[in-house]
């Protein structure tokens, strides 16, 4: 980038020394901290009680450490397994692909859906390079192979890329015959599940449409 040569030099982002510094730098690269949410964090830190911090800290490498993604349907567990998939009283016979594990939450939270899950680790985005390849999907086609599941709902996010994607697994699935179905519209359009109020969300779920493609 050129400088214009009547301005000064815009201010070095590394005005602090040492391990202050790093610490902003590291909450920097957070989801939606960016520089100055990370310099308001550290100094919080810095002024908070030692004791608060410290449990944080302890928090961040137990996570680390502790949490890993389910085998069967790749949602965050403690386990090799999450509870939902070890949990007998779930309905075997339905699967709802989502994005994320915070989807798999927030559909959780309306206790209306008692099938089980499936976590895709993201949306297909050319524009991002995520392609089919970069999901969890030959995962999903795997477990579509047991015939003991009859209906597939596809709950992407209600934006551009979450829409693909179910239209995508839509037709790779076509074959298998499964019913196919879409969380009614209601939620917010161009928006993320996991925003959508658990009203909402329980209306769409249940008003769910078959998906044709
Ligand atoms: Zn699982």
């Known amino acids: ?48 009680d030692p004791q608060d911090v410290r449990k944080l800290a302890a928090t961040l490498i137990e996570v680390v450490e502790k949490v890993k993604f389910c ?59 995520i392609g089919p390849e970069d999901l969890k999907i030959a995962e999903l086609m795997a477990r579509l192979a047991d015939d003991t599941i009859t209906e597939l709902i596809l709950a992407t996010d209600p934006n551009l890329e979450g829409e693909a994607t179910a239209t995508y697994l839509a037709r ?16 917010p359009v161009g928006g993320e599940l996991e925003y959508a109020d658990e009203v909402t969300l329980g209306r769409a779920f249940e008003g769910r449409r078959v998906l044709n493609v």
Do not use: W
């Open 1 to 48: 980038m050129s400088q214009n040569p009547t301005r000064p030099s815009p201010v070095s982002t590394e005005v602090y020394e040492g391990v202050v510094q790093d610490l902003i730098e590291e909450l920097g690269q957070l989801p939606g901290v960016g520089p100055k949410g990370a310099q308001r964090i550290a100094f919080y830190l810095l002024t908070a």
């Open 71 to 129: 085998r069967t349907c790749n949602n965050v567990s403690e386990a090799d397994e999450c509870r939902i998939c070890q949990d007998l009283r779930r309905d075997p016979s339905v699967i709802c692909v989502v994005e994320e594990p915070k989807d798999v939450a927030a559909i959780e939270k309306i206790r209306e859906y008692r099938g089980r899950y499936h976590v895709l680790g993201g949306a297909i985005s050319p524009m991002d390079g």
């Open 172 to 187: 790779l699935v076509k074959p298998i015959g499964l019913k196919v179905t879409r969380p009614a519209s209601g939620l």
